[in-house]
């Protein structure tokens, strides 16, 4: 019997022109490989163990396409397609692998020195490829940006998507560029210093297109989730499906140089096993970073506040490096906006933000009205690296009724004061493209299937979808051109008033960041957070070694003054938002402060304020 567990999934093919095939199809009883083109031939594949089917065929150039035939009738594309050129319903392409990177010696980056930069392809640029990305580099480089986070670019039904509709994990999408579009903008990346994150989708496949049930047993009825039946990660068979997730993971990280993964909505992976597929998985990726000799992050996103995620394995938990925390941005938001719609029902602004910054997660046990029940873990002791902020992101724009961003409700100071508590925050800080100009065009969920009853159940689950939140506004249709359309980026935008100064206050919190040991330093150990008696202020002291800053971020609308614990020195203001250079209506930066222990400061309405204590 042929070994199957040395062989790549999917079509590899070898220095000498042949190739071989390897796919997992235990629900039928033989397997053909249809050659299409240049030259068409049905080659029976050989039965291995597991449900696994072989086949090692000559002469196999690398842009052939081909499809499997199930029990000499149905014919599909390839579930480990490398590239689909004419869409989810289209025949695979062998692809050529080989690719001159020029990163030799690039070994990736340390967490701790992560600012990321959530973008979704399609609507970054005009022309929405990879290649359209790669100009743009070197201005993010410019502003501070650290690592690329690529939201999903597996192969998805149409040319617009978010990519959460994925059906094929191994292909790169065809309107984006392919794999080697891909390939190009990662070398890119690594020639600027940037690391490259790319954000995968392991808890469902999308519904169009998707034929991997016909195959094998990659779903399993014992569990629902929104999307339908669960994939199969514990019942009979799982070893297979995780196996097909884990290569999928290891392809990204060995084939594509990727520096990191985000792993999409873990809390709707349901796997109740011994040694959750998540956990497998980080051990795998981290185990192939160690080969590689380069730095590999796991990132993942769970609505759980659970800190079992990245809690070492030594300790009983799964061991990845970070996940996203939603509370920041919960409680940063309502601090702005009377909103209490939905799941912000459980948040009250300034005290939940003081929370969350002081220990990570706000739900840590407590009751949430929202929910009707205790939810979360304390995050106390974790590491600010552990844990991602952010002010906006993909979901939290693009999942609100209109996709409107916090330009739609927030003035020109709250979008600075909303900069620096996440870049100035213990915690790995995440932007959402755009957010560093302020961009107003919103982003909205817009798809592109064919299919039109899944047409018409997107547009009937989107407004389902908001039945909790009481948005205004005409619900968009996802399936319209111009709802993906209106989302595309507005550059041209980041160059005019107050994009301007906005861009440059981001560009100047970032420097800071990175130059400042006491900003740097990812620790809430080395912090005191307190809010003064009014309640409207939040003081954050940290420090590291002889380094210290003294943060006041003030969300009250009346100008105020308070008394602030500052240990004896002079402290020097490094950040004032209401200066003048920054469109303020503060005037001239502030003078510098003697304390001995205590200093009064007068509080402009939403302002934020950094001082250093001098050497």
């Known amino acids: 019997m042929l070994i199957t567990t040395n062989v790549p999934l999917g079509a590899t093919r070898s220095d000498q022109n042949s190739c071989s095939f390897l796919v997992w199809a235990p629900r039928v009883q033989n397997v053909d490989v249809h050659i299409l083109e240049p030259d068409e031939r049905i080659v029976p594949m050989q039965s291995c163990d597991k449900g696994y089917f072989?086949?090692?065929?000559?002469?196999?150039?690398p842009s052939a396409l081909y499809r499997y035939r199930l029990n000499g009738k149905k014919e599909h594309p390839d579930p480990a397609s490398a590239f689909q050129p004419h869409g989810v319903h289209g025949p695979s392409q062998i692809i050529e692998r080989r690719f001159d990177w020029a990163d030799t010696g690039w070994r990736g980056l340390p967490l701790r020195d992560y600012v990321l930069y959530e973008l979704h392809v399609g609507t970054f640029s005009a022309e929405g490829t990879f290649d359209a990305i790669i100009p743009r580099i070197a201005e993010l480089k410019a502003l501070g940006i650290t690592a690329l986070e690529i939201m999903p670019v597996a192969q998805f039904p149409g040319d617009r998507n978010w990519g959460y509709d994925g059906v094929?994990?191994?292909?790169v999408q065809n309107s984006y560029g392919g794999p080697h579009g891909l390939k190009r903008l990662v070398n890119a990346c690594h020639a600027h210093g940037i690391a490259a994150v790319l954000d995968v989708v392991y808890n469902h496949l999308g519904p169009e297109g998707n034929y991997a049930g016909e195959f094998g047993f990659y779903f399993t009825e014992t569990y629902k989730t929104p999307w339908g039946a669960a994939l199969n990660f514990e019942q009979e068979h799982s070893d297979e499906v995780r196996r097909y997730f884990i290569e999928n993971a290891l392809r990204w990280i060995t084939e594509f140089h990727m520096d990191g993964l985000r792993l999409d909505a873990i809390h709707a992976i349901i796997d109740p096993s011994a040694r959750p597929f998540i956990q497998e998985l980080g051990e795998a990726c981290h185990q192939r970073a160690k080969e590689l000799g380069r730095e590999v992050q796991i990132i993942a996103e769970s609505n759980r506040n659970d800190k079992k995620v990245v809690?070492?394995?030594?300790?009983?938990?799964?061991?990845?490096?970070?996940?996203?925390?939603?509370?920041?941005?919960?409680?940063?938001?309502?601090?702005?906006?009377?909103?209490?719609?939905?799941?912000?029902?459980?948040?009250?602004?300034?005290?939940?933000?003081?929370?969350?910054?002081?220990d990570g997660f706000v739900y840590d046990g407590r009751y949430s009205v929202f929910r009707k029940r205790r939810y979360g873990n304390s995050s106390h002791d974790l590491t600010g690296q552990n844990l991602v902020v952010f002010s906006q992101n993909h979901d939290q724009v693009g999942n609100r009724k209109v996709g409107d961003r916090l330009t739609a409700v927030a003035t020109f100071e709250q979008l600075k004061l909303a900069a620096a508590a996440v870049l100035l925050s213990p915690y790995v800080p995440l932007l959402f493209m755009g957010d560093e100009y302020g961009e107003k065009a919103p982003f909205q969920y817009f798809v592109s299937h064919s299919d039109p009853s899944i047409i018409e159940a997107v547009r009937k689950g989107r407004g389902e979808e908001f039945s909790s939140f009481e948005w205004a506004g005409e619900l968009l249709d996802p399936q319209g051109e111009k709802t993906f359309l209106d989302s595309k980026l507005s550059w041209e935008s980041r160059e005019e008033g107050e994009h301007r100064a906005l861009l440059e206050f981001y560009r100047e919190l970032l420097r800071f960041r990175r130059?400042?040991?006491?900003?740097?330093?990812?620790?809430?150990?080395?912090?005191?957070?307190?809010?003064?008696?009014?309640?409207?202020?939040?003081?954050?002291?940290?420090?590291?070694g002889s380094s210290q800053v003294a943060?006041?971020?003030?969300?009250?609308?009346?100008?105020?003054?308070?008394e602030l614990p500052l240990p004896a020195g002079v402290w020097r203001t490094i950040v004032d938002s209401t200066e003048e250079r920054w469109k303020g209506v503060g005037?001239?930066?502030?003078?510098?402060?003697?304390?001995?222990?205590?200093?009064?400061?007068?509080?402009?309405?939403?302002?934020?304020?950094?001082l250093n204590l001098s050497e």
């Open 54 to 61: 072989r086949a090692d065929l000559p002469n196999i150039p």
């Open 168 to 171: 094929y994990p191994f292909a």
């Open 311 to 358: 809690t070492p394995l030594d300790r009983g938990g799964w061991a990845l490096d970070s996940q996203w925390n939603d509370d920041f941005h919960h409680s940063l938001r309502t601090a702005f906006t009377s909103e209490k719609e939905g799941y912000y029902a459980d948040f009250v602004g300034v005290p939940d933000l003081e929370k969350a910054f002081r």
């Open 515 to 544: 130059e400042i040991p006491a900003l740097a330093k990812l620790d809430k150990k080395s912090q005191e957070v307190s809010r003064p008696a009014d309640g409207k202020a939040i003081f954050v002291r940290r420090w590291a």
């Open 551 to 562: 943060l006041v971020f003030y969300f009250g609308s009346e100008e105020q003054l308070i």
């Open 587 to 610: 005037g001239a930066p502030l003078k510098p402060i003697k304390s001995f222990d205590k200093a009064q400061l007068s509080l402009k309405p939403w302002s934020v304020l950094a």
